[in-house]
């Protein structure tokens, strides 16, 4: 059977306080769901409190509707950018990951050795937010790899899902770092969805040995 609902009868001072006392355990839970997404997004402890340093970044970030394409010399401040960007779109509720290039190689290894399928590698990369690739191009590719790094950007390319890449290499370089036994195919490929990019250049000094 049904009963009525009757209001509590509080006074205003009564009221103001159950209401701080619901946005507290609001703001908690909040800060609980930002901590985790930090946890797992697995940014270098060097740069846990990066910041912004870079006016089109932040301007990326404000917006991230399609990927971050960074190109800049070594030490110029790519990867404290791009784990700023990650930080703050964290704050704005999305899940995020970063990974070096090399992290990414390497769980492809593991495929390679059966020791994982290359199903889940993938959709490890895919199904989050927005995924940092960092130094990409550093490491050279196999013919076994490459096609799973095709995957991971075009997936996320199709699914508009923001990827930022940070790389010391131009677009012309990364083909000629990714063609595999003369075959570039591919490589053009991955890198034709860069141009989908906001694409910027990071310029100046290096940060490591000012």
């Given at each position: ?14 009221w ?7 946005k507290?355990?609001?703001l908690?839970a ?14 270098p ?11 089109r ?5 404000v917006n991230p509707?399609?990927?971050l ?6 030490g ?5 950018n791009?784990c700023?960007a990650?930080?703050y ?8 990951k970063?990974a070096?290039?090399d992290d990414v ?21 895919t199904?989050?937010g927005?995924?940092c ?9 196999t ?25 010391q ?19 053009r ?19 490591r040995?000012?």
């Amino acid at each position: 059977m049904l009963t009525s609902f009757e209001m509590p009868d509080l006074t205003p001072e009564q009221w103001a306080k159950n209401d701080a006392e619901a946005k507290l355990v609001e703001l908690e839970a909040k800060e609980r769901e930002t901590m985790e997404r930090t946890r797992t997004a697995d940014i270098p402890e060097d740069y846990a409190d990066a910041h912004i340093t870079d006016e089109r970044v932040a301007k990326w970030a404000v917006n991230p509707t399609k990927g971050l394409f960074i190109n800049g010399g070594v030490g110029r401040g790519k990867t404290h950018n791009a784990c700023a960007a990650l930080i703050y779109s964290i704050h704005k509720g999305y899940s995020a990951k970063f990974a070096t290039f090399d992290d990414v190689l390497r769980e492809c290894k593991a495929a390679y050795k059966g020791r994982e399928s290359e199903k889940a590698i993938i959709n490890r990369y895919t199904n989050v937010g927005i995924l940092c690739i960092d130094d990409f191009g550093k490491e050279r590719v196999t013919e076994w790899s490459l096609p799973i790094v095709f995957a991971i950007i075009n997936k996320r390319s199709m699914n508009r899902k923001p990827t930022i890449v940070t790389t010391q290499y131009t677009g012309r370089q990364l083909i000629e770092r990714m063609t595999v036994d003369g075959d570039s195919e591919t490589a053009r490929a991955i890198i034709s969805r860069f141009f989908e990019y906001t694409r910027i250049t990071i310029e100046g000094k290096d940060w490591r040995c000012d």
